[in-house]
């Protein structure tokens, strides 16, 4: 436990100010697929402790807006380009997030980041599904949350029902790439989902028929 709470990451945090090693990962994404950029509105997901909208933030600039949202309060961060809410994302209505973010009503965010984890109960299976069906819930709000072209970024840990997320994923998006950036612990199983550019569609649809089985991985999908 020692190792793994005081490793590299974690030691490269705490020396240059971030509040999780959680900011590598992103990071990491962001530098390979350049999701952010300046001037950009980005929701972040499950945002607590917030080192995801301290790194969006140095990223979007004085132009952007980046609105944190978590269940668990979140200590102020100084940067003038954020704003945070406690609350939960099932029920908060997108009216409510895009004020925070200065959006218009029949606007939307250009980003939507999620770390959001399930609390563990130590079953794979039951940890996994609990993931799935964050995932899941994040999808079917980038309905009213993420407009189109925007990109999404999602952890879920992998598992059986992994590969039916990426195809439902990919219904909403014109490009999905798994990623596993080096940040994560070697013990864990977590993926981030990198979905570009959300589709022109009226009700994006999370449960399509996954009968015929997941698409193909293609062999460069990764870090």
Same mark, same amino acid.
């Given at each position: ?27 990491? =994404? $962001?530098?390979?697929?350049? =999701?952010? @950029? ?21 990223? =979007? ?21 954020? !704003? ?37 109960? #130590?079953? @794979? ?7 799935? $069906?964050?995932? $899941? ?12 072209? #925007? ?16 195809? !439902? ?10 990623? @596993? ?25 999370? @449960? ?13 999908? #990764?870090?």
């Amino acid at each position: 436990m020692v190792r793994e709470l005081h490793d590299h990451w974690f030691k490269e945090a705490k020396r240059e100010g971030w509040r999780s090693r959680a900011i590598y990962k992103l990071k990491a =994404i $962001d530098e390979k697929r350049g =999701i952010l @950029r300046r001037g950009d509105a980005v929701l972040d997901c499950g945002c607590a402790p917030g080192s995801w909208l301290q790194y969006a933030s140095t990223r =979007i600039g004085s132009s952007g807006m980046a609105v944190g949202v978590d269940l668990l309060p979140l200590d102020p961060l100084p940067d003038s380009n954020i !704003r945070t809410l406690q609350e939960d994302l099932r029920t908060v209505t997108g009216q409510t997030l895009r004020a925070l973010a200065g959006l218009p009503e029949d606007s939307a965010f250009d980003v939507l980041l999620s770390d959001m984890a399930p609390n563990t109960t #130590g079953h @794979r299976d039951t940890d996994h599904l609990r993931s799935i $069906d964050l995932c $899941d819930m994040v999808l079917h709000r980038c309905t009213d949350l993420l407009k189109e072209g #925007g990109h999404l970024v999602m952890k879920v840990f992998e598992g059986g029902e992994y590969p039916k997320l990426i195809q !439902r994923t990919a219904s909403c998006f014109e490009e999905v790439r798994p990623m @596993r950036p080096p940040a994560s612990r070697s013990v864990s199983r977590e993926m981030f989902i990198v979905a570009m550019s959300r589709k022109p569609l009226i009700e994006l649809d999370v @449960r399509p028929d996954i009968s015929e089985g997941p698409p193909p991985v293609p062999d460069n999908w #990764g870090m």
